[in-house]
């Protein structure tokens, strides 16, 4: 039986800024249907990786291709393919939240995407919120809203960056709810967090990042509990 290729497949990565190596020969595949993790400490590449990956940053060797298209070569390719939540901005302070939901939308040359934007924001708690200005949104509002707007188009593969930092109880559990329904339609997702117990409950397998290199890749099930904190604590030291 011939194995399905990787949604995600990052050979050698190498991403610098000067004299700073940002991501130093990460090697990861990801698949249709499953949720990765990049685990790591502030710091780890996890970010980097992921802007690699939304077409965003151009790698300074190695290669990445996400659905099917090289970042490199295709990146316009590669947005259209995914959905992308940024770690830290990516809203402009001065629209709504329904306005943000309808640009993305027509960017994108949605039809009959209101249904699905007023359920996201209902399942996220921003309904009330969806009119207000997001200059007034308190952090973990703005990082639901970002999860929101990655999810609106069903994606072929969604990339969260930190989507569960600064974020209450009821929006991590809209966005484990984002990430399972995108998994059950067949998309490829990719969580990047600092946050080990999110990590293992979010996703089935584990890239754990240390100083912009993979110093490993484990099962969900194999960082759990207190045995899993100390292998975690172990690949970090």
């Known amino acids: ?5 990787p949604a995600v497949e ?6 610098r800024f000067g004299e700073v190596e940002a991501v130093a020969g990460v090697d990861l595949a990801a698949y249709a249907g499953q949720a990765t993790g990049l685990l790591g400490r502030n710091g780890a ?7 690699v990956l939304a077409g965003l940053v151009p790698p300074t060797a190695g290669t990445a291709v996400v659905a099917g ?5 295709h990146a316009l390719a590669v947005k259209r393919s995914t959905g992308y939540c940024p770690d ?3 809203l402009v302070t001065r629209a709504t939240a329904w306005e ?5 939308a027509r ?3 949605l039809v009959d995407w209101e249904d699905r934007a007023r359920e996201l924001l209902e399942r996220f708690e921003l309904g009330d919120a969806s009119h207000r200005v997001t200059g007034g949104f308190s952090h973990g509002m703005g990082r639901r809203l970002s999860v929101a707007l990655a999810a609106l188009h069903e994606p072929e593969v969604l990339l969260l960056d930190e989507p569960f930092d600064g974020v209450d109880p009821i ?11 995108a998994r059950a339609r067949g998309a490829c997702v990719l969580v990047s967090t600092h946050l080990r117990e999110l990590a293992i409950e979010a996703c089935s397998d584990v890239l754990v990042l240390r100083g912009g290199s993979r110093v490993a890749t484990v099962s969900a099930s194999e960082m759990a509990g207190e045995e899993g904190a100390r292998a975690y604590r172990a690949l970090l030291d």
């Open 100 to 104: 943000h939901l309808q640009l993305s």
């Open 1 to 5: 039986m011939t194995q399905t290729p």
């Open 69 to 73: 298209h090289d970042v490199r070569s």
């Open 88 to 90: 830290v901005g990516g």
């Open 45 to 51: 590449g996890k970010s980097t990786t992921m802007r």
């Open 107 to 109: 960017m994108r040359r």
């Open 10 to 15: 990052v050979r050698s990565l190498h991403v």
């Open 171 to 181: 929006g991590v559990e809209a966005t484990l709810e984002v990430i399972a329904d």
